[in-house]
């Protein structure tokens, strides 16, 4: 089992910043690859981006690329999403979520196996 905890969302005006933080416990952390998935009223959960916890490596959604940052503490456990030049269509409730390695399809909901309970991010215009 993988325990995930975020936090961090809240009510910021577009063009503005915010930094999620996702708390991970349980399982041997290197054996996964961890994500970040938002989802907006009446639309299904999307990838914003991802970082594999022992290699350290990013990849992003084109809709965030340039905008968002991910990075990783193996010391304290946690998977931060840096939100830069925030846009209206970037609210939603925003969740960390752990893939194993021998998962493909980083880009896949159906590929991770553990979910945080999400925090709503709204940006208002």
Known sequence: Q???VESGGG???AGGSLRLS??????TLSNYAMGWFRQA??????FVGGINWR???TYYADS????????????????DLQMS??????????????RPLYNSGSYDVSSYSYWGQGTQ???SS
């Open 2 to 4: 993988v325990q995930l």
């Open 85 to 98: 030049s925030l846009k209206t269509e970037d609210t939603a409730v925003y969740y960390c979520a752990a």
């Open 11 to 13: 009510l910021v005006q």
């Open 55 to 57: 290699a350290g490596n």
């Open 41 to 46: 009223p009446g639309k299904e959960r999307e």
């Open 22 to 27: 996702c708390v991970a416990s349980g399982r």
């Open 121 to 123: 991010v709204t940006v």
């Open 64 to 79: 965030v690329k340039g905008r968002f940052t991910i990075s990783r503490d193996n010391a304290w456990n946690t998977v």
